[in-house]
């Protein structure tokens, strides 16, 4: 019997539709400096911390920090920490990005741009051309190396910018980069420290220590200047300061979901068969065999969930817990994983379903049972044979040769019977059976007794098949002939169609009547929903118009 073959190139062709739809957004595009958010048009801060690499204690902290040193016009520092800026150089991005924003003092171009990208393990400084003397290339340098870098290795991001910023603070008050190596101040009589703390003013609740510390290195040698002040030493803040790993939660590709919602939709329509549901008020046409429901398994709605659910949860678990962007290439791995542990099991539920209904019947009922799930699962193991699924298929295929093609015994004598070739069988069929023939959508056996010629006739539907079975003779030459519109839906009424069906055997004809859902007005004056983020209005809402040469220093981890 010649098969129809199974629509692989529709399927193919409305996967490859789909990826369409969303490769005009798989491709990222450009990051460019006007990505990064500007604190100072936000909450006129100085740092950007989009990621939320820092945390919000942390900004805060060194938002005052900087703040002290630029209301003091000694150099404003801004602080940029992300995950990533795409394909761009760092080296490039923090020189463009200091001049977008312009950074600094417009008369003195005293600023200093740091930027951090965590995927490409980069440090960036951007000196302005006014601090270059002060602030030469080389102790930049040494600032990220000696403060920076070993901090960031740790993934302790908070306190590699708490350690860089006071020594830039340190480098400018004290002209000395290493502000754990300054003079001790002189020792205090403790009974000072007890009368005046309520003087020195409040302390960071979440860093104690923190602000005096912070204070007194940006202030200078305050400590000699008043005795009732005591600076914390640098190892104060180490014990201080909780250890902040990464928090970065990974970016998903919402392309990829994209595409796999719309090819998990169709591979659990075009995989499984679903129960036809008669619609009221209709003459409904006649199940085609392709479209036969399977008994054994239909997963339906419920196993779109189960396996969409699954690829949901392979890439929030990349995002979250392994803080790794997911592109479009993981998550098309992840869904395919998914898919592959998903088929799995409908293997699993197919073997227990079988044992359960299949003990009783006999071997023809068995052979037409599994030729549905042949039908449905079959294709499926051309794109996930792993790990269960192309080993099922094959042992499917091996078990329905053997319903079919084990000798028969006679029902009468008990004899072994044997099967007549195709050009044998025609004459023991009868019109309607060739015809049937004819059409592949079924092929019969003739098992012939040579003791007491008894005949046996056995029917093989081809589950792929798009004939019916005929209302009239009951064979499966019923056929779809045309499709009519008789009357078009409109966006205020419903419409009506008919589908001409012929017998071929019979010659039997019915029209059967359709309804023509209603056409859907699209709405042009659909309103867009969105948020007006208002930038805090300050004295410091915008940098002060410096720019640099290029001056600076890059450290990798």
């Given at each position: 019997?010649?098969?129809?073959?199974?629509?692989?190139?529709?399927?193919?062709?409305?996967?490859l539709?789909?990826?369409?739809?969303?490769?005009?957004?798989?491709?990222?595009?450009?990051?460019?400096?006007?990505?990064?958010?500007?604190?100072?048009?936000?909450?006129?801060?100085?740092?950007?911390?989009?990621?939320?690499?820092?945390?919000?204690?942390?900004?805060?902290?060194?938002?005052?920090?900087?703040?002290?040193?630029?209301?003091?016009?000694?150099?404003?520092?801004?602080?940029?920490?992300?995950?990533?800026?795409?394909?761009?150089?760092?080296?490039?991005?923090?020189?463009?990005?200091?001049?977008?924003?312009?950074?600094?003092?417009?008369?003195?171009?005293?600023?200093?741009?740091?930027?951090?990208?965590?995927?490409?393990?980069?440090?960036?400084?951007?000196?302005?051309?006014?601090?270059?003397?002060?602030?030469?290339?080389?102790?930049?340098?040494?600032?990220?190396?000696?403060?920076?870098?070993?901090?960031?290795?740790?993934?302790?991001?908070?306190?590699?910018?708490?350690?860089?910023?006071?020594?830039?603070?340190?480098?400018?008050?004290?002209?000395?980069?290493?502000?754990?190596?300054?003079?001790?101040?002189p020792?205090?009589?403790?009974?000072?420290?007890?009368?005046?703390?309520?003087?020195?003013?409040?302390?960071?609740?979440?860093?104690?220590?923190?602000?005096?510390?912070?204070?007194?290195?940006?202030?200078?040698?305050?400590?000699?200047?008043?005795?009732g002040?005591?600076e914390?030493?640098?190892?104060?803040?180490?014990?201080?300061?909780?250890?902040?790993?990464?928090?970065?939660?990974?970016?998903?590709?919402?392309?990829?979901?994209?595409?796999?919602?719309?090819?998990?939709?169709?591979?659990?329509?075009?995989?499984?068969?679903?129960?036809?549901?008669?619609?009221?008020g209709e003459?409904?046409?006649?199940?085609?065999?392709?479209?036969?429901?399977?008994?054994?398994?239909?997963?339906?709605?419920?196993?779109?969930?189960l396996?969409?659910?699954?690829?949901?949860?392979?890439?929030?678990?990349?995002?979250?817990?392994?803080?790794?962007?997911?592109?479009?290439?993981?998550?098309?791995?992840?869904?395919?994983?998914?898919?592959?542990?998903?088929?799995?099991?409908?293997?699993?539920?197919?073997?227990?379903?079988?044992a359960?209904?299949?003990?009783?019947?006999?071997?023809?009922?068995?052979?037409?049972?599994?030729?549905?799930?042949?039908?449905?699962?079959?294709?499926?193991?051309?794109?996930?044979?792993?790990?269960?699924?192309?080993?099922?298929?094959?042992?499917?295929?091996?078990?329905?040769?053997?319903?079919?093609?084990?000798?028969?015994?006679?029902?009468?004598?008990?004899?072994?019977?044997?099967?007549?070739?195709?050009?044998?069988?025609?004459?023991?069929?009868?019109?309607?059976?060739?015809?049937?023939e004819?059409?592949?959508?079924?092929?019969?056996?003739?098992?012939?007794?040579?003791?007491?010629?008894?005949?046996?006739?056995?029917?093989?539907?081809?589950?792929?098949?798009?004939?019916?079975?005929?209302?009239?003779?009951h064979?499966?030459?019923?056929?779809?002939?045309?499709?009519?519109?008789?009357?078009?839906?409109?966006?205020s009424?419903?419409?009506?169609?008919?589908?001409?069906?012929?017998?071929?055997?019979?010659?039997?004809k019915?029209?059967?009547?359709?309804?023509?859902?209603?056409?859907?007005?699209?709405?042009?004056?659909?309103?867009?929903?969105?948020?007006?983020?208002?930038?805090?209005?300050?004295?410091?809402?915008?940098?002060?118009?410096?720019?640099?040469?290029?001056?600076?220093?890059?450290?990798?981890?």
């Amino acid at each position: 019997m010649k098969v129809c073959p199974f629509p692989v190139k529709r399927l193919l062709v409305l996967l490859l539709l789909a990826f369409l739809a969303s490769c005009d957004q798989s491709t990222t595009k450009q990051f460019t400096v006007a990505d990064i958010p500007d604190p100072k048009k936000t909450d006129g801060g100085y740092v950007s911390n989009p990621d939320h690499l820092l945390s919000d204690a942390a900004v805060s902290s060194l938002n005052e920090q900087l703040g002290t040193l630029d209301r003091a016009g000694k150099v404003q520092v801004g602080i940029v920490v992300v995950h990533s800026i795409g394909q761009n150089d760092t080296r490039d991005f923090v020189h463009q990005l200091f001049n977008y924003w312009k950074i600094g003092s417009k008369e003195k171009n005293n600023g200093l741009l740091i930027l951090m990208v965590e995927d490409a393990r980069k440090l960036e400084f951007e000196t302005g051309t006014g601090i270059e003397a002060d602030m030469p290339d080389i102790i930049c340098f040494r600032i990220q190396q000696e403060y920076m870098i070993p901090r960031i290795k740790e993934h302790d991001y908070d306190a590699a910018f708490r350690d860089g910023i006071l020594s830039v603070a340190a480098l400018f008050n004290n002209g000395n980069y290493a502000y754990d190596q300054l003079p001790e101040p002189p020792v205090v009589d403790s009974s000072l420290v007890v009368a005046d703390a309520a003087v020195a003013g409040p302390v960071n609740a979440d860093y104690p220590g923190l602000t005096a510390a912070a204070d007194s290195a940006v202030a200078g040698n305050t400590a000699a200047e008043d005795p009732g002040l005591v600076e914390a030493p640098p190892s104060y803040f180490a014990d201080n300061t909780p250890s902040v790993s990464s928090s970065y939660i990974g970016e998903p590709s919402l392309p990829g979901l994209i595409f796999w919602f719309i090819a998990s939709l169709v591979m659990i329509r075009v995989f499984f068969s679903r129960k036809i549901k008669a619609r009221k008020g209709e003459d409904n046409a006649p199940v085609r065999l392709k479209d036969a429901p399977n008994e054994l398994l239909r997963p339906g709605t419920l196993g779109f969930i189960l396996v969409y659910g699954l690829g949901l949860l392979g890439v929030g678990y990349m995002a979250s817990v392994r803080h790794t962007d997911v592109g479009f290439l993981k998550t098309f791995v992840i869904f395919y994983l998914a898919w592959c542990l998903f088929m799995s099991g409908v293997v699993i539920i197919l073997l227990l379903r079988a044992a359960a209904v299949l003990h009783e019947k006999d071997r023809h009922e068995k052979w037409a049972c599994l030729a549905m799930v042949k039908r449905d699962v079959g294709p499926a193991a051309y794109a996930f044979p792993l790990p269960l699924l192309g080993l099922y298929v094959w042992a499917l295929k091996k078990r329905m040769d053997r319903l079919r093609n084990e000798v028969y015994e006679c029902p009468k004598c008990n004899h072994p019977m044997h099967r007549l070739n195709d050009v044998e069988d025609n004459d023991y069929l009868d019109k309607a059976q060739v015809v049937e023939e004819h059409l592949e959508s079924v092929d019969y056996d003739i098992w012939r007794c040579d003791s007491c010629s008894t005949q046996l006739v056995l029917n093989y539907t081809n589950m792929r098949s798009t004939c019916s079975e005929c209302p009239s003779c009951h064979h499966y030459t019923f056929r779809c002939d045309k499709t009519v519109t008789l009357k078009r839906a409109t966006t205020s009424s419903q419409g009506m169609g008919s589908q001409q069906f012929s017998c071929a055997a019979c010659k039997f004809k019915h029209d059967y009547m359709f309804i023509i859902p209603k056409v859907s007005s699209s709405s042009s004056g659909s309103s867009s929903s969105g948020s007006s983020f208002s930038s805090s209005s300050s004295s410091s809402s915008s940098w002060g118009g410096g720019s640099s040469g290029g001056g600076g220093a890059s450290s990798s981890w």
